[in-house]
Structure formats: C-alpha cells, structure tokens
C-alpha cells in the first residue's frame, strides 16, 4: 500500500548554481518534472530564499559558488529551526570520497555530481521529495496530536494544563505592558445532584452546553477552559475589574436564563462565578488563588452569583 504522495505537484524546489548553463538545466528539467522552481546565481541568494515563510522544501545547491558556497548554506540552513526541514542536494565536481563525506557533515541529506546525468536527478530529486513529503505529514500529524492534547474532548474547552500554560504566557505579557487581565473561574451549581437524578449522559449534556454559553460569552482571543469536573475559567487580557465583573454576570445570566436541553429533558442549571484580576496579584497562583476564593463567597453566599476577589 502506498501511503505517501510522490507526485511533484506544489513542491517547490530551489536551485542555486553560479554557472548559466548547469542553471538553466537544472532549471528546465525540473520544471518539466512538475516541480516549482526558483534559481538563484549565489549562496547569498539561496539563504534569502530559504529564509522566506514559504522557503523552498528541497534545495538544490552547487558546492563552488562566488561569495558564499552551497558547503557554507548548508551548515547556515542547518542551523535554523525551519531549515532542520529543507531536504538538501549538494552539486558537486568534487566527487572525492573526503569531499563527499564532508558535505554529508555540513548537513547535506545527498549529492550528485556534475556534469549531471538527467535520470539520476530525477530518481534522487524524486526520492528526496518523498522524505520532504513523509516529514510534512509526520509534521501535521504532530500537530493534531498537540492540537487533540490541549482540547477537553467532551466540551472542546482548553484543558487545565493548556489553560496554565497560556494563563502564564498572558500573566507575563500583563506585566511587561503594564495590562489588566482578568480570571474568571465558574462552577455550576448542585452539579452532583444533576447527575444522581438524570444520570451521567444528561451531566455531560449540561457541561457541554455550559462550555457553549461560556464561549458564547467571551471573545475570540479570550482562552476558554475546563478546570475539572464542573468547573470552568476564562482568561480576558485587558479587561479592567468592572469589565470582568460585567462578563461574569453575563455568563450567570447565560446559564440561568434557559434550561439545559439533555437526553434527559430540560434541566435548570445555575452557576457560581468568583472573579480577580490583575493588577491585585501578581502571579499565576496567586490569580487562581483569588478567583477561587472569591469563587467559594459566590457559593457561601447562596449560589448563583458572582463575587470578586477582596
Ligand atoms: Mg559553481
């Protein structure tokens, strides 16, 4: 079964080489293959080319080139986090065993030697293209697990541990700028009781819809969570005491204003909301802190009704 693609639509290949003719060669067969490409004349060239956000994935470089030469790129290329990914053919007269072992060193993946013959290209062009290709998805794939990894799976909310780590990052931010930013931690009320008298699947039924009110009530750049059972928090960067108060109340409003639908039938839901701020504290800890006291007033005080941190 073939799992990879190694066609050579859209992969873009660079070609630095500083003599004309090998250039346009090089050039006119391998955009005969399919594959896109740009030449350039130097090694200066190429590492400007491999610098841009939609960098080449595959470069094919002369070793003997004014100024900087294709050895020099790719030690450079190698020693940038995206050039890690740039699949790299080095060109070359040199075709010494030494030679050969000291552009595998420099960070070259391959080689061919010139004059070059056109099938040889083509085969290793080929092959280095399906390693770039198998990367890519190893990449993407990578990044749906870290993306899956972040995500409560039954509300879609940023886990505890996700939540944290971007509650750090914003907490430093705050403070660098001198910036308010606001927690506001929520827990529905009496949850225990709406899983005893309609069951699990209807509780799940509430958190989700919760966690639908919750971000219907902040911005898109405000981050969700859910921080364990039935307790969730949100993070508003800039929002003074008054704002965040105003958007605690909304979500209260929110969950108490209509009825959860659930498999079980329409449930009343109310929530608890403890509310703190920065400036007031001036860590992560010291915020959780807080808004989880002001959190237990809110609950002490009968429920269903925000309360800030003193
Ligand atoms: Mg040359």
């Known amino acids: 079964m073939r799992t990879f693609d190694t066609s050579a639509g859209n992969l873009r290949v660079l070609v630095a080489e ?6 346009h060669r090089l050039h006119a067969a391998l955009s005969s293959w399919g594959y896109e490409v740009t030449s350039v004349v130097d090694g200066h060239e190429a590492l400007r080319e491999i610098a841009r956000p939609d960098a080449p994935t595959l470069a094919i470089l002369d ?3 004014p100024r900087i030469d294709g050895l020099q790129v790719c030690r450079a290329v190698r020693e940038t986090a995206a050039g890690q990914f740039v699949y790299v053919i080095l060109l070359t007269s040199h075709d010494r065993d030494d030679d050969v072992l000291e552009g595998f060193d420099a960070g070259a993946d391959d080689y061919i030697t010139k004059p070059f013959d056109s099938r040889q290209l083509k085969a290793r062009v080929r092959s280095g293209a399906r390693i770039v290709r198998l ?21 879609g909310l940023l886990t505890r541990g996700a939540f944290f780590e971007i509650c750090d990052g914003e907490i430093a931010r705050a403070q660098r700028k001198s910036q308010s930013l606001a927690l506001i931690m929520a827990d529905l009320d009496h949850f225990k009781r709406i899983n005893d008298q309609y069951g699990h699947l209807a509780g799940d039924d509430v958190l989700r819809e919760a966690a639908v009110r919750l971000r219907a009530t902040f911005r898109r750049g405000d981050a969700v969570g859910r921080y364990g059972g039935e307790e969730f928090v ?14 605690a109340e909304r979500f209260r409003e929110r969950v108490s204003a209509e009825p959860f639908e659930t498999s079980a039938g329409r449930i009343n839901v109310t929530t608890s909301v403890g509310v703190a701020v920065i400036p007031g504290v001036d860590n992560s800890w010291a915020l959780f802190k807080s808004a989880d006291e002001a959190l237990y007033r809110a ?10 941190a003193a």
């Open 18 to 23: 500083d003599d004309p003719v090998s250039r």
């Open 234 to 247: 949100a993070l508003a960067p800039g929002c003074l005491m008054a704002d965040a108060v105003a958007l």
């Open 135 to 155: 990367q890519q998805q190893l990449i993407a794939a990578r990044e749906q697990l870290r993306e899956k990894a972040m995500h409560d799976p039954l509300t």
């Open 299 to 308: 609950k002490a005080a009968g429920r269903n009704t925000v309360a800030l």
């Open 63 to 65: 070793w003997s080139m």
